[in-house]
């Protein structure tokens, strides 16, 4: 065993870099599938009872280019093409990838939930179905966290993942514009989760970030960025 690997249980500066950024990562593509599978829904509402162009504002919150022609070929597009970076069928195959390499510290069954969800994003891409149909993901999603606190035992690869988890939701709730106290609610246990492994995020960012969040009227961008630039292991 080189010094690369896990060394003591529950110390997390003995995760090699590239083992603890999958264990965000996957936290983080996990939740960002889940998060956009609720902001979706009301966006498809919305493109149907109000705006049919409601997808370009979407984008733009997203952070993503609007490559879309209509918000038929949006809805499609965006959630079931293999070749679109930024589909809900991509983030579930980033999350994938990452869980794939951490099978052994995160366990089969938990893998299984993230790999079930892809099963019905396939079918339901072959049967064209309607995005309510895609609510077994939402439930597969769910499942794959409740089997990280009954299935992985290491309190440290649990507190890597989760930060990722409230990281992405941080993130998100800032560009759709929720609330300050939306917003605070992810944000306290982040700042609990990484008081207790302080050696891969930056410290000088999270001070940021707290004098941020601590005004009702905190600067979104900035605060975005600096959520971003928490983690330090990559």
């Known amino acids: 065993m080189d010094n690369t690997t896990l060394l003591h249980?529950?110390?997390?500066?003995?995760l090699s870099k590239e083992k603890a950024n999958r264990l965000l990562w996957l936290g983080r593509y996990a939740e960002r599938a889940y998060i956009t599978l609720h902001i979706l829904r009301?966006?498809?509402?919305?493109?149907?009872?109000?705006?049919?162009?409601?997808?370009?504002?979407?984008?733009?919150?997203?952070?993503?280019e609007n490559q879309y022609t209509s918000a038929a070929d949006f809805m499609n597009r965006y959630l079931y093409d293999h070749e679109n970076p930024d589909s809900l069928f991509?983030?579930?195959?980033?999350a994938n990838d990452n869980a794939i390499v951490l099978r052994e510290e995160i366990t089969s069954e938990t893998l299984s939930y993230i790999q079930m969800a892809i099963c019905h994003l396939h079918n339901c891409a072959s049967q064209s179905s309607d995005i309510n149909e895609l609510q077994l993901i939402t439930d597969n999603l769910l499942a794959f966290w409740g089997s990280i606190?009954?299935?992985?035992?290491?309190?440290s690869l649990r507190c890597v993942l989760k930060a990722g988890k409230l990281i992405e939701s941080i993130d998100l709730h800032i560009?759709?514009?929720?609330?300050?106290?939306?917003?605070?609610?992810f944000f306290s246990p982040l700042g609990e989760l990484i008081s207790k492994e302080k050696s891969i995020f930056d410290e000088e960012t999270l001070k940021r970030l707290q004098e941020q969040m601590t005004k009702i009227r905190y600067k979104e961008l900035a605060t975005l960025q600096s959520i971003n630039r928490l983690f330090c292991a990559e």
């Not at 009301?42 to 984008?59: L, N, Q």
């Not at 991509?90 to 980033?94: F, P, Q, R, T, V």
């Not at 759709?176 to 609610?185: A, E, L, M, N």
């Open 9 to 14: 249980e529950n110390d997390i500066a003995s």
């Open 42 to 64: 009301k966006y498809h509402d919305r493109m149907i009872d109000e705006d049919e162009h409601a997808y370009i504002t979407y984008c733009t919150k997203m952070g993503i």
């Open 90 to 94: 991509s983030m579930l195959n980033y």
């Open 149 to 155: 606190d009954a299935r992985v035992a290491n309190p």
């Open 175 to 185: 560009r759709f514009g929720y609330s300050f106290d939306k917003v605070y609610q």
